[in-house]
């Protein structure tokens, strides 16, 4: 799961970036604007942590998150440039990051409403570019009647300000257009970049109704306060915490929206080899969670037996889960469940 944080000048994104990574990037300007920053987070989970316990294996892993911090320039204004635009169609999701505190070095004051949709009035325009050049060519080569009709829905939504992520779409069709990397069909999440002071506070109500209108995730966070917090070490986080009315670090916090907003659940695989969580979407059928593990599985898929977590901590084998008929074999069209501990037979 790659997650792309963006956002306008001094808004702080890469302190976010370095929030969530506990990395120490660089903040401000003076980078390789094409290097972006990379971090890696693992995402906790204590089901994870149970079966490690129980089958001590050589092996513990868990599912992972790729920030990737997209460099800004100072010239940019509320602007995205075109490097960074063509970096951004690689992820699976963004991150918006909008300043809502006072920052005396920046050329105006906090709007993060309006920077909400001057964000969202770029991706729309980027997208827009891309289709009307499609349907120009299209039109010239006399292309396939089923393409330009399609081209022309995903027109007439961005001329409408609607995002494409809200034009509804058959499985054929989403497939047709994921080449194409559009902006406006990646999920979107806001992070309002608040002062300490406002650290635990609810989002500004014209922050929150802007979000409502476009149906869009938002959450506050303190970036230079969590960037502080990531670089304490684990047992001195809780106080810290406790002081500013937080339950949880920004990484946990985050990850629990972010698997939220890519509508993700986790399958997990369990032995004396390995313990792991797999990062799904949700409703993903057998023959491709299988596909997750490795390509042959998939291809030689045969069956998945199939234990929900819940039932094998209580029962606490395979053994006794089969004997009490919690144990399953599904075929190649199960929907894999969020906690569903699989192993899957394949022949190839």
């Not at 204004?77 to 505190?101: C, E, G, K, P, Y």
């Not at 300490?196 to 959450?219: H, I, N, R, W």
């Not at 990850?255 to 313990?275: C, H, P, W």
């Not at 004997?323 to 074999?329: F, P, S, V």
Request: charged letters at 30%.
């Amino acid at each position: 799961m790659k997650i792309g944080i963006v956002g306008f000048p001094r808004s702080g994104k890469t302190t976010v970036f370095n929030a969530l990574t506990g990395l120490d990037a660089s903040v401000g300007f003076g980078g390789d604007p094409s290097k972006p920053n990379l971090g890696t987070i693992k995402v906790p989970d204590p089901r994870v942590d149970r079966l490690s316990e129980i089958f001590q294996p050589k092996k513990t892993t868990y599912g992972e998150v790729v920030f990737v911090d997209y460099p800004g320039r100072p010239d940019a204004s509320n602007a995205i440039d075109r490097t960074t635009l063509a970096q951004m169609r690689d992820a699976d999701a963004l991150v918006h990051v909008v300043r809502a505190f006072a920052d005396p070095s920046a050329n105006r004051e906090a709007d993060a409403a309006g920077d909400i949709e001057s964000f969202k009035a770029e991706l729309l325009l980027a997208d827009l570019e891309i289709v009307e050049k499609r349907l120009e060519r299209l039109r010239k080569e006399k292309g396939v009647e089923t393409d330009v009709g399609l081209l022309e829905r995903c027109r007439d939504a961005l001329e409408a300000e609607r995002p494409l992520r809200e034009v509804e779409l058959s499985e054929i069709e989403r497939r047709e257009l994921s080449g194409y990397g559009f902006l406006s069909r990646l999920p979107v999440l806001v992070v309002v970049n608040v002062d300490e002071a406002s650290a635990a506070a609810p989002l500004d109500t014209a922050v929150q109704t802007k979000l409502d209108d476009d149906s869009t995730q938002g959450m506050a966070l303190s970036a230079q306060v969590e960037m502080e917090i990531a670089s304490l070490d684990e047992s001195d986080r809780g106080g810290f915490l406790a002081d500013l009315g937080l339950d949880a670090p920004a990484r946990d916090r985050f990850v629990r929206a972010a698997y939220g907003l890519l509508d993700l659940i986790s399958f997990l695989t369990s032995g004396e080899d390995e313990v792991r969580a797999w990062p799904i979407a949700r409703r993903t059928p057998a023959v491709r969670a299988a596909g997750k593990i490795h390509s042959d599985i998939e291809r030689g898929f045969i069956r998945a037996e199939v234990v929900a977590y819940d039932d094998f901590i209580e029962l606490g084998s395979d053994a006794k889960c089969r004997e009490a008929g919690k144990l399953r074999l599904e075929g190649k069209g199960y929907e894999v469940r969020d906690g569903d501990i699989v192993h899957f037979r394949f022949n190839v």
